[in-house]
């Protein structure tokens, strides 16, 4: 069965720090893997899409990394602002499943001044 | 503006009644989807278009119906066949090619039950 776990489920941290985000899947075959930002109330927003020859890629302060041999993606957040507070979600999709998109649980990220 | 719009924001619906949730975009996206989000649970599918006039139902599509008459509109209905319809519903849409494929969400509606 096709899985996507992301841990932790929580996080608090000081507006400054950095922060580490992790993504297991078990979604196969794989096809490419995208972490999702969505605040309180309001629809994700990509931040960035990762296929299988790609193992890091920057969105601005976001940096996604992918190590496709252990099924594993993390996302990167360096000098957090209060805007950052949001969820976080994981989403991978398998190779020829079309419409297909499993999606984690989320990470719930609330950054403090 | 370019992107994708929900309405209502929020929606209120008495038992035994169907509403209706609208999804307009002018991305010019074929591909359009209907996420179910409950609290602590990722989204789940409840349909899906990849063409004007055909859909296909997701994981959870009982109780719930949709039509694609245009390629902009992609409106969903809550049945009364839906027992539990409380929580937020996403609408997405994105182009059809592989790796491409990014969904663009929309705001977002919130259904609950009075």
């Known amino acids: 069965k096709n899985q996507v776990e992301q841990s932790p489920q929580s996080l608090i941290i000081l507006e400054g720090k950095n922060c580490t985000l992790q993504c297991n899947y078990t979604v196969s075959p794989f096809s490419n893997l995208r972490w999702y930002k969505q605040d309180t109330g309001r629809g994700p927003v990509s931040l960035t899409i990762?296929?299988?020859?790609?193992n890091t890629k920057s969105n601005g302060r976001y940096t996604a990394t992918l190590d496709a041999d252990t099924k594993q993606s993390s996302l990167h957040i360096t000098a957090s602002q209060l805007s950052d507070s949001a969820s976080y979600i994981c989403?991978?999709?398998?190779?020829?499943?079309?419409?297909?998109?499993?999606f984690g649980k989320g990470t719930s990220l609330l950054v403090t001044p | 503006d370019g992107g994708i719009t929900q309405s209502p924001k929020y929606l209120f619906r008495k038992e035994g009644q169907n509403v209706t949730l609208s999804c307009e975009q002018n991305?010019?996206?074929?591909?359009m989807y209907w996420y179910r989000q409950d609290p602590g649970q990722g989204l789940r599918l409840i349909y899906y278009?990849?063409?004007?006039?055909?859909?296909q139902k997701g994981d959870i599509a009982e109780g719930y119906s949709v039509s694609r008459e245009k390629k902009e509109s992609f409106p969903l209905t809550v049945t009364s066949a839906q027992k539990n319809p409380t929580a937020f519903y996403l609408c997405?849409?994105?182009?059809?090619?592989?790796?491409?494929?990014?969904?663009?969400f929309g705001a977002g509606t919130r259904l609950s039950v009075l």
């Open positions: 990762m296929t299988f020859s790609e």
């Open positions: 989403v991978v999709s398998a190779r020829d499943s079309g419409y297909a998109l499993n």
């Open positions: 991305l010019n996206h074929d591909a």
């Open positions: 997405a849409s994105s182009v059809l090619t592989p790796g491409l494929d990014i969904q663009y």
């Open positions: 278009s990849q063409i004007v006039n055909d859909f």
